[in-house]
């Protein structure tokens, strides 16, 4: 069994616990976001319940800072996609309001508007 400690000041572990590691904050900023994955099924400390293999991204419209729980695997770090009042793009399989992928299916978004990928969404090339 495995638990995340994360109170400030000193932690001093029993006898049979092994402290594992120590871990650091992720700071987001307004152009980056984390994309994360549930390692197995469990509540969130937003209250979201998440499935084993569930991925979603967290951005600072959640959280400054973000430290990854015990059943959580930071993926990768998202940039934010900006466009232009003369720019657009094409987004392949985006996420509905279901928060699923919709497959095959296309997204135009046009211009002056930032956002992030979500998880299974691609750029059109």
């Keep these: 069994e495995e638990w995340l400690v ?3 000041g000193a932690y001093l572990p029993g006898a049979y616990e092994q402290v594992e590691g120590t871990i650091s904050a992720y700071i ?3 152009n980056m976001a984390l994309h994360l994955e549930a390692l197995q099924s469990y509540k969130d400390r937003f209250g ?3 499935k084993s293999g569930e991925q979603w991204i967290i951005s600072i419209k959640e959280s400054e800072a973000f430290i990854p729980d015990v ?3 930071v993926v990768s770090v998202v940039n934010i996609s900006t466009l232009t ?3 657009y793009c094409v987004i392949l399989d985006p996420v509905g309001p ?3 992928n919709r497959l095959g299916q296309r997204k135009l ?3 002056e508007k930032s956002f992030f990928l979500q998880p299974g969404e691609q750029l059109e090339a």
Excluded: I, M
Aim: no cysteine.
């Design 28 to 30: 987001l900023t307004e």
């Design 98 to 100: 279901d928060g699923k």
């Design 71 to 73: 059943y959580e695997n």
């Design 85 to 87: 009042n003369r720019q």
């Design 109 to 111: 978004v046009k211009g």
């Design 6 to 8: 994360s109170q400030t």
């Design 48 to 50: 979201v319940e998440r």
